[in-house]
């Protein structure tokens, strides 16, 4: 599965990041890395972007970013 | 560069860190964002600042000093980011600053109660291999939270020294500059704690063989750091090698070959295994060196956002928000300025005062000169309260916490333009609404790390509904919609959002098409209460950059429209025209006053003066609202000159009665000798000329040539819309408003006229201090020059589509105002779907 088909208030493990470069290396800046549990905590009004809590802290990003992010 | 011209002529040594030689420590802060950094460098550094830019780049940097056992201490704050890779320019600038300027100690703050992820800066740091000192701030959410971080095994693990704090409440400011004394006067030896990348080592191990075998890269950069950064596919880096390698090409090709196999023999790609390893090491550590408390509850900042970016609740807490920002700036702001403006007047009267007094019929130069400045200055500084409350309640909303609210929230809606989460700020800024002002909102669009959007969001903002847009919006609704202000109001105030949507999605197809974008991912942030002393500090900042643009900007090119509306002025031949009806009037008005006691004493220069002491009386009565001081003005003009006071006053006495009707006719005489004279200087002027010029395009916008020449004036900055139209339309009566004046001096205007023209203003192009903006931002002219023209043919286009077709069709302002609004609804609803099929292609 990856992170975009989630629901709100459903929990993962981060499987891969299937993306390089910018997206990627910005993704794993922001401290999405393999093997980290998350949880999706809501979408925003209009739907996008999409905010999910890692490790105690809160990161917001887009679905279309988030279709990278692979979750088990 | 000049470090590496220089490494030709030098004996290559190995990298090492300067020691301190002078009296100067320079101290870096590095950290990711809302890790409180600007409050560290506030504490330390106090009130002396200096903000500049980093070369090449639209990034700030700030600089201040302390000075501490007897040794000035420089501090740069670097950008906060979280990594330092060369995708961003912030990144990019954060590490040549610590590379070529080499900072005696470099400050790693970071908030304490996030401590593992600001380690994967921190070890980016240390691979740097520079002398760096840990600062935990931020410790009092640490224990409220009732997190234990143990600081000495810390400061064991890492092999650096670490310094808690807790800056916003000034803990632990003495311990961190004894800490950087200390650090910046010894040897740089410390082994500080270093990731181990496991299978990777031996492949880093030999790039950085051929790196020293094969360049001089290592005299000038931490080698193992280089080698990293090629295995991470770092392009500055790689970019760094092609300059120092004669044969960069086998280099980078075998460096391309190791990250190749590399993934293909652990099937991971090689940054993500750095990644991964920095993660693995800050959990380790943290673990080691931290202890949650038995119960993790829900962290409050959570709690809050379940209200504030709820579907419902959010957007409308949002509005709210906005609202709030625009009663108290705008409204409560303006209500302040009753206060303020007595004070701007009476510099006017000092001006007045100290300039030669007028003539008969001749305004001295240098009079109307000054008066001018005085006038366009005051216009400006008018803005004061509001634009210090309006400063004052952003910086509220950028502590707190609250603006990637915003932009979580308002993302959607603006991707779908082109435009970005962060759009937000600048807009608000900018007059979403009402009342905003460009400058600003185009200088707090560096936050947004998308460059196609940035440059977009900067191109829109001059459209928005600029503080200085509104008096003309106000002037014009007054006369020619009095009927439905509201709905002008709200029409005026609303429209401009909806052609800049529209716009800005037009821009980002087009000419922005191939600019850089950059992913959305950020960080939602805690909540924190804003500080006093920030809010105050950051307000009264931007406040005087602000009186900054006035004092330099504005004076200029009032000076230079003043010029273009003064000059070539009169020829000899009207001017002595007037000479003689100016005679004429005052051979009359002799002959009317003969046989009364006061004819002998209003000859010559005495008539003169009782010009001045009439206009005198005139204007302080205007001031006085109570019998009581109308009395004591009387009293005090009567003393000054109890002759003239009687002509002014006549009371019963007969022949003060005659020559005071004689004299008031003289006076009105005069004034429309002046009138007239103005009027045919600014007809025979350069900026009328250039407006009579224009006319035959304007006329299909329905722009006569004076609503021309006040357009042009605009350029210098829009307040000077409606004060050129304030000249343009003189003075029939005392005190009477520019609004009847207009009223009654354009009488073939109608709301149509009123409608095309309100609709260019709100696309006029920017002025002068946006434009100057706007280069700073986009970081070239040519940017500069399309933001001014573009508006420009954008702006009389829509107006003559208004004008012509509302013409044709027969519509009144207010059909061709709903009218207009339908069309450009209809076209920012249609934009915003249209994108969605792109992105599919795409």
Partial sequence: ?72 | MDILSASGTMKPALWRWNKVQSEKILVALAGQPNCGKSTVFNALTGASQHVANYPGVTVDKMTGWYRHNGRKVEVVDLPGSYSLTSYSPEERVSRDFILHEKPSVTVNVMDASNLKRCLYLTFQLLEMDIPVILNLNMMDVVKQRKLDIDTDKLSNRLGIAVVPTAMKQGRGKKELMEAIDKVALSEHTVRAARIEYGEMEPVIRNIMKRLSSETSLESLYPIRWLAIKLMEGDREVQRLVQENHSDFKSLLAYVEKLREDFEALYDEAPEVHIANRRYQMADDITRDCLRLPASAKRPFSDKIDGLVCHRILGPIIMIGVIWLLYYLAIVQGYNLTNYTWPVLAKLRGLVESLTPDPGFIEIPLSRAFFLWVVDSVNALLNYIPIFFILFGLIAILEDSGYMPRMAFIMDRLFSRYGLHGQSTLPMVLGGIYVGGCAVPAIMSCKGIPDERSRLATILIIPMLNCLAKVPLYVLLINIYFAAHKAWAMFFISTISLLLVLPVSKILTLTILRDKETAPFVMEMPSYHMPTIRGVVGRALERVWLFVRKITTIVVSVAVIIFMLLQFPGISKDRMAYYHGEKDKAITAFQKRIKGTGYAEGLQGDNLMALVLYWDEYISTRMTVKDEEAAAGMNASFKERNPVFFSIVQPGDDKDAKKVNKAFKGLFKERKGMLREIRKERIDNSFLGRLGKWMEPVTRWAGFHWRVNVALLSALAAKESSVATLGALYEQEEEGEALEKRMAKGEEGFTPLHALALMLFMVLYPPCLATAIAVKIQAGSARWMLFSIIYPMVLGIAVAILVFSLGSALGLSGLQAMFAFYGLALALTIFMGLYKNKLDNID
Avoid: C, W
């Fill in chain 1, 1 to 72: 599965m990856t992170l975009d088909q989630m629901k709100p208030s459903s929990e993962g493990r981060i499987k891969r990041i299937s993306v390089k470069d910018k997206l990627g290396q910005r993704l794993m800046d922001m401290g999405v890395y393999a093997g980290l549990r998350l949880k999706v905590i809501r979408n925003a009004p209009l739907e996008d972007p999409m905010e999910i809590e890692l490790d105690g802290y809160f990161v917001s990003l887009r679905h279309d970013e988030a279709r990278f992010v692979e979750v088990e």
